[in-house]
């Protein structure tokens, strides 16, 4: 599904895009250097943290006929909304579920509990707040 909306939406061959990533090993540096050299014809507006959310949240909900043709659309959209190379390619490590960060998910924990101390802004804020509850309930169902 990935390899085909960032075809879609780079203009480069899904053939193409398995080979970068068998050279490479990580889609995420693919779509990278994908979105690096795609010239466009007007900036996209900046992706913010609560709409990346809510479109993780709907791809997530997505279900029934024609899903994964929405799922495919919905990442096509978010991957044309990143203004950056850089954005491309976490969003697909985000969407593959291999972030690479290096952090183990109570460090991760630990940050975000900081970060909702430290935000003024009430929405940012919640959000912070609903991403902590969402590691905590999925730490608690791993059986480690």
């Known amino acids: 599904m990935l390899v085909r909306a960032l075809a879609q939406t780079s203009g480069v061959s899904a053939q193409k895009i398995r080979s970068d990533m068998d050279e490479l090993g990580d889609l995420g540096k693919v779509a990278q ?25 709907e791809i997530a909900k997505m279900s029934g006929a024609n899903a994964m043709s929405r799922k495919v659309d919905r990442v ?9 190379p850089c954005e491309a390619k976490y969003l697909i490590r985000l969407l593959e579920g291999k972030l690479r ?14 970060a909702s ?12 707040i609903q991403i902590h509850m969402t590691i905590l309930a999925r730490l608690k169902q791993s059986p480690n």
């Open 101 to 114: 960060i290096g952090l183990a998910e109570q460090s991760l924990l630990a940050a975000l509990a900081q």
């Open 33 to 57: 250097n994908c979105r690096s050299s795609q010239q466009t014809l007007f900036k996209p507006k900046a992706l913010s943290i609560a709409s990346l959310y809510k479109s993780l949240q």
């Open 117 to 128: 101390v430290c935000c003024t802004c009430l929405c940012i804020r919640s959000l912070i």
């Open 76 to 84: 096509q959209a978010l991957l044309g909304a990143c203004t950056e």
